[in-house]
């Protein structure tokens, strides 16, 4: 197993030189010049050129590049042009608010769709499964910008008792921080809880169609140790594939979320940054999640032999 | 020095408009929460300063001069002005007691410590190009020498656009966006969280200009009546609306038109518009053809419909107006008013078969921005009405801006002046004149000589007459189609007493709860 790991350890650096390639080249290739941008309408030509050699936009691809690759190696991710701080330091300010909306999404999304998906497969074909599935498909369906924007008008407005948006760090107290995430934080999830809902119903319906289970019943075994135990263990192969996918569309697909509830993210900043051409904030972002990816599913490969010991990977 | 002309200055603090909140009893104390369309990426006192960024700014700094309810130069914390009959010397004398927020007492040394900081890294440091000196002859006295006379030198040292914000000397030699926001504004700083929100506290020690009687645009005479201000940036619309709806803030600003139509029914909720807050305009490329042609230009002049035009841009918040800047500036004039908003297809195409144009493809460069892709479509359904070929093509701003800064690819193109129709006059230069022009416009000697008078006379009524015709020429020869004033509108709480809304900014001064 750690040999596995170095390996995809190494892997990663791999793919993340690929991705700052990518990621670089793209904005280079996008039309839009932030010096212009910075300038503003009929700027002068000394003006435009004074920001570009201040921001060494000015230098050839390949020297801008090698720069890039430099810093790296250092752990530099470059100075924003447009928040004139370290890309670094501005990704670290949001990342709070992301992984806090992240991750109480997440967990939304685990409790109700797994438990929504066993359900569903267990009363497979009543009315109960019809209702969930249905759930689901308009989970999956409903735009989450409206769905926020419900959300804030009936339990913001209407009922008055959450806030309407903005994130309360846990400093201002654990009440103040969970009730600004709520919201948020079902938005984001109610696509994603339907997904899980499917697979793991798909799952669970196929597992509990296994000759063991007919064994397991024929045992007697309880229902709790025959579901609990000899099903759920089967079915997580599958739904933790997808949670790590999950997960990292959650860190990375916040962006209309944290617009509609004025959450100070690394989604926000980003799509700023895209609208001002902040090259190296945008290069930045893209390998951070990049890498938050590539992580997450090496986590995901070594939960998979944790519970399937027939998974090994030496 | 000769003085032949000595500004005094105090009396033309006396027209400010202070007189709504006399009828109403103000009351001290609570917090003020805002809910602003967006944030700023820089709170540096010395950078660029977007109408958003100056409502987090002005609360906080102040300078030498500022600009008065219609964008005109008023002092704040120089008291008097003496400028030399050459143009040459402006010799400030400085309010005295003026308290930094950090109780150190203003003087001649923290100003020029500060100017000399925007003359570092303000994007508008070209406004000090001209200067050769400054000088603190005692601690209450600042004089500026240029090389060369710069009738608009006091414009641009008054400017909001970037604005000379004097902070303590030791302050002024950190880095862009290294300073500890400490000015002598009549709020202290809180904290700045980007994209999510700022604190503003009541600065006790302010020293508010005691020869005003009153507030008068980003000058005057200024009270804080709250103990604090949150200004929470909530970019979505309909979110901001709804914080509004549920009392988890007393003020927002850009309320959509459908929603206001809606709050006008909640006893609770008042609007407040902005009757001008930016200028949409359609600029045309002279450098490419078919609009190379000064008479496809006319003939694109002619067609529109600024009624039309305008009604989808603001949803009903706007003015029509000709001229370059908002009604009520001195600079305001009936230069070119007779070719705005003709509205004519007929005249338009006589105009068009008259200059030779063949139907060659007019491309239209629209920003990805709401009002600009309404006014964009219906801009191109009117033209094409008149004969004309547009293309429309949709983009992102930063590709607008970047295509619109070379001569090729497109024609025609969307944008919105902000603060030059403001600041006054002075603000178009670069737009109009010189190798970078909007219009891309070379050689027009017309345009250029009548800039040369504007720079060169320190007789107003001489750039008055220069200025209209700048005005005149940019339409006759097409430089930019005006298309209207466009205003905002805010909406506040009915518990927020004594708002007044203003085209600088977003003011929290002289506003309390009830």
Same mark, same amino acid.
């Given at each position: 197993?750690?040999?596995?790991?170095?390996?995809?350890?190494?892997?990663?650096?791999?793919?993340?030189?690929?991705?700052?390639?990518?990621?670089?080249?793209?904005?280079?290739?996008?039309?839009?010049?932030?010096?212009?941008?910075?300038?503003?309408?009929?700027?002068?030509?000394?003006?435009?050129?004074?920001?570009?050699?201040?921001?060494?936009?000015?230098?050839?691809?390949?020297?801008?590049?090698?720069?890039?690759?430099?810093?790296?190696?250092?752990?530099?991710?470059?100075?924003?042009?447009?928040?004139?701080?370290?890309?670094?330091?501005?990704?670290?300010?949001?990342?709070?608010?992301?992984?806090?909306?992240?991750?109480?999404?997440?967990?939304?999304?685990?409790?109700?769709?797994?438990?929504?998906?066993?359900?569903?497969?267990?009363?497979?074909?009543?009315?109960?499964?019809?209702?969930?599935?249905?759930?689901?498909?308009?989970?999956?369906?409903?735009?989450?910008?409206?769905?926020?924007?419900?959300?804030?008008?009936?339990?913001?407005?209407?009922?008055?008792?959450?806030?309407?948006?903005?994130?309360?760090?846990?400093?201002?107290?654990?009440?103040?921080?969970?009730?600004?995430?709520?919201?948020?934080?079902?938005?984001?999830?109610?696509?994603?809880?339907?997904?899980?809902?499917?697979?793991?119903?798909?799952?669970?319906?196929?597992?509990?169609?296994?000759?063991?289970?007919?064994?397991?019943?024929?045992?007697?075994?309880?229902?709790?140790?025959?579901?609990?135990?000899?099903?759920?263990?089967?079915?997580?192969?599958?739904?933790?594939?997808?949670?790590?996918?999950?997960?990292?569309?959650?860190?990375?697909?916040?962006?209309?979320?944290?617009?509609?509830?004025?959450?100070?993210?690394?989604?926000?900043?980003?799509?700023?940054?895209?609208?001002?051409?902040?090259?190296?904030?945008?290069?930045?972002?893209?390998?951070?999640?990049?890498?938050?990816?590539?992580?997450?599913?090496?986590?995901?490969?070594?939960?998979?032999?944790?519970?399937?010991?027939?998974?090994?990977?030496? | 020095?000769?003085?032949?002309?000595?500004?005094?200055?105090?009396?033309?603090?006396?027209?400010?408009?202070?007189?709504? =909140?006399?009828?109403?009893?103000?009351?001290?104390?609570?917090?003020?929460?805002?809910?602003?369309?967006?944030?700023?990426?820089?709170?540096?006192?010395?950078?660029?300063?977007?109408?958003?960024?100056?409502?987090?700014?002005?609360?906080?700094?102040?300078?030498?001069?500022?600009?008065?309810?219609?964008?005109?130069?008023?002092?704040?914390?120089?008291?008097?002005?003496?400028?030399?009959?050459?143009?040459?010397?402006?010799?400030?004398?400085?309010?005295?007691?003026?308290?930094?927020?950090?109780?150190?007492?203003?003087?001649?040394?923290?100003?020029?410590?500060?100017?000399?900081?925007?003359?570092?890294?303000?994007?508008?440091?070209?406004?000090?190009?001209?200067?050769?000196?400054?000088?603190?002859?005692?601690?209450?006295?600042?004089?500026?020498?240029?090389?060369?006379?710069?009738?608009?030198?006091?414009?641009?040292?008054?400017?909001?656009?970037?604005?000379?914000?004097?902070?303590?000397?030791?302050?002024?030699?950190?880095?862009?966006?290294?300073?500890?926001?400490?000015?002598?504004?009549?709020?202290?700083?809180?904290?700045?969280?980007?994209?999510?929100? =700022?604190?503003?506290?009541?600065?006790?020690?302010?020293?508010?200009?005691?020869?005003?009687?009153?507030?008068?645009?980003?000058?005057?005479?200024?009270?804080?009546?709250?103990?604090?201000?949150?200004?929470?940036?909530?970019?979505?619309?309909?979110?901001?609306?709804?914080?509004?709806?549920?009392?988890?803030?007393?003020?927002?600003?850009?309320?959509?038109?459908?929603?206001?139509?809606?709050?006008?029914?909640?006893?609770?909720?008042?609007?407040?518009?902005?009757?001008?807050?930016?200028?949409?305009?359609?600029?045309?490329?002279?450098?490419?053809?078919?609009?190379?042609?000064?008479?496809?230009?006319?003939?694109?002049?002619?067609?529109?419909?600024?009624?039309?035009?305008?009604?989808?841009?603001?949803?009903?918040?706007?003015?029509?107006?000709?001229?370059?800047?908002?009604?009520?500036?001195?600079?305001?004039?009936?230069?070119?008013?007779?070719?705005?908003?003709?509205?004519?297809?007929?005249?338009?195409?006589?105009?068009?078969?008259?200059?030779?144009?063949?139907?060659?493809?007019?491309?239209?460069?629209?920003?990805?921005?709401?009002? =600009?892709?309404?006014?964009?479509?219906?801009?191109?359904?009117?033209?094409?009405?008149?004969?004309?070929?547009?293309?429309?093509?949709?983009?992102?701003?930063?590709?607008?801006?970047?295509?619109?800064?070379?001569?090729?690819?497109?024609?025609?193109?969307?944008?919105?002046?902000?603060?030059?129709?403001?600041?006054?006059?002075?603000?178009?230069?670069?737009?109009?004149?010189?190798?970078?022009?909007?219009?891309?416009?070379?050689?027009?000697?017309? =345009?250029?000589?009548?800039?040369?008078?504007?720079?060169?006379?320190?007789?107003?009524?001489?750039?008055?007459?220069?200025?209209?015709?700048?005005?005149?020429?940019?339409?006759?020869?097409?430089?930019?189609?005006?298309?209207?004033?466009?205003?905002?509108?805010?909406?506040?709480?009915?518990?927020?007493?004594?708002?007044?809304?203003?085209?600088?900014?977003?003011?929290?001064?002289?506003?309390?709860?009830?």
């Amino acid at each position: 197993m750690g040999r596995y790991i170095a390996h995809r350890l190494a892997t990663t650096v791999v793919v993340l030189v690929v991705v700052s390639f990518i990621s670089f080249s793209i904005m280079q290739l996008v039309p839009g010049d932030p010096a212009i941008i910075m300038a503003g309408l009929g700027a002068s030509g000394d003006q435009v050129q004074r920001i570009r050699e201040q921001f060494g936009l000015d230098q050839p691809f390949m020297f801008q590049l090698a720069r890039w690759y430099g810093g790296l190696l250092v752990g530099d991710l470059g100075e924003s042009i447009t928040l004139s701080r370290p890309v670094i330091q501005a990704l670290a300010e949001r990342a709070p608010a992301t992984l806090a909306l992240a991750g109480v999404a997440l967990a939304l999304t685990l409790a109700i769709g797994v438990g929504a998906g066993v359900i569903a497969a267990l009363r497979q074909n009543s009315w109960i499964d019809r209702l969930v599935m249905a759930i689901a498909v308009f989970g999956v369906s409903v735009p989450s910008f409206w769905l926020g924007l419900l959300f804030i008008i009936v339990f913001g407005v209407m009922l008055d008792v959450l806030p309407t948006g903005g994130y309360a760090p846990l400093a201002e107290g654990f009440t103040a921080w969970i009730k600004s995430l709520i919201l948020p934080a079902v938005s984001l999830a109610l696509l994603q809880i339907g997904l899980l809902a499917r697979i793991t119903r798909a799952a669970m319906v196929d597992v509990l169609q296994q000759d063991y289970m007919r064994t397991a019943r024929a045992k007697g075994l309880p229902d709790w140790v025959r579901i609990g135990k000899h099903a759920f263990i089967n079915v997580l192969v599958p739904v933790v594939t997808v949670i790590g996918i999950i997960f990292g569309l959650m860190l990375s697909g916040s962006v209309v979320i944290e617009t509609v509830f004025a959450f100070p993210g690394i989604g926000r900043l980003m799509a700023n940054a895209i609208l001002t051409r902040d090259y190296p904030v945008i290069q930045g972002g893209l390998l951070v999640t990049a890498f938050a990816f590539v992580l997450l599913n090496l986590l995901v490969d070594v939960f998979y032999s944790w519970i399937d010991p027939r998974i090994r990977y030496d | 020095m000769m003085k032949l002309r000595k500004l005094l200055i105090a009396g033309l603090c006396l027209s400010v408009v202070s007189m709504p =909140m006399l009828a109403e009893a103000q009351k001290k104390g609570g917090e003020i929460l805002v809910g602003m369309y967006v944030g700023a990426n820089s709170i540096d006192p010395h950078f660029s300063a977007s109408y958003p960024t100056r409502t987090m700014l002005y609360p906080l700094y102040e300078t030498l001069f500022t600009v008065g309810e219609t964008g005109t130069p008023i002092p704040m914390l120089a008291e008097e002005l003496a400028i030399s009959a050459d143009g040459l010397t402006y010799d400030f004398k400085l309010r005295q007691g003026v308290k930094f927020h950090n109780g150190k007492t203003m003087t001649a040394e923290d100003v020029k410590a500060s100017l000399e900081r925007y003359a570092r890294f303000s994007p508008d440091r070209i406004s000090f190009a001209p200067v050769t000196a400054i000088e603190t002859p005692d601690p209450y006295r600042v004089v500026i020498r240029l090389k060369e006379v710069s009738p608009s030198f006091l414009d641009r040292l008054a400017s909001p656009t970037s604005p000379t914000s004097i902070i303590p000397s030791e302050q002024a030699s950190r880095e862009l966006n290294k300073t500890d926001n400490i000015g002598t504004g009549p709020f202290r700083f809180g904290e700045w969280v980007p994209d999510s929100h =700022m604190t503003l506290e009541r600065f006790d020690g302010y020293s508010p200009n005691m020869k005003a009687t009153g507030p008068d645009g980003f000058g005057g005479r200024k009270t804080v009546w709250a103990d604090r201000v949150r200004l929470r940036f909530l970019p979505e619309a309909s979110a901001r609306v709804a914080a509004l709806e549920s009392g988890q803030v007393h003020f927002i600003e850009d309320v959509p038109q459908p929603s206001v139509k809606r709050l006008q029914g909640n006893a609770k909720i008042a609007i407040e518009n902005l009757a001008a807050f930016q200028m949409p305009v359609v600029y045309l490329n002279h450098a490419l053809a078919p609009t190379n042609n000064v008479g496809v230009r006319r003939a694109i002049q002619a067609a529109l419909d600024m009624d039309e035009v305008m009604l989808a841009a603001s949803g009903g918040v706007h003015k029509l107006n000709h001229a370059w800047v908002y009604d009520g500036n001195a600079f305001h004039n009936d230069g070119g008013k007779a070719l705005y908003n003709i509205n004519d297809a007929a005249k338009a195409k006589q105009i068009l078969k008259d200059s030779g144009y063949k139907g060659e493809p007019i491309i239209f460069n629209v920003a990805s921005i709401a009002w =600009m892709q309404r006014v964009g479509v219906l801009v191109t359904e009117q033209l094409k009405a008149a004969g004309l070929n547009v293309e429309l093509r949709s983009m992102d701003w930063p590709t607008l801006a970047s295509m619109a800064n070379g001569n090729a690819g497109w024609n025609m193109a969307t944008s919105g002046f902000g603060s030059q129709p403001f600041v006054g006059a002075w603000s178009y230069q670069r737009l109009f004149v010189g190798e970078f022009n909007l219009a891309r416009a070379v050689d027009d000697k017309v =345009m250029e000589e009548a800039w040369s008078r504007f720079n060169n006379s320190l007789d107003v009524e001489k750039r008055k007459a220069a200025w209209r015709d700048i005005q005149t020429r940019s339409y006759d020869q097409v430089y930019v189609v005006k298309l209207g004033d466009m205003g905002m509108s805010h909406a506040r709480s009915a518990q927020l007493k004594g708002f007044r809304a203003y085209a600088g900014a977003t003011r929290l001064w002289d506003t309390w709860l009830d």
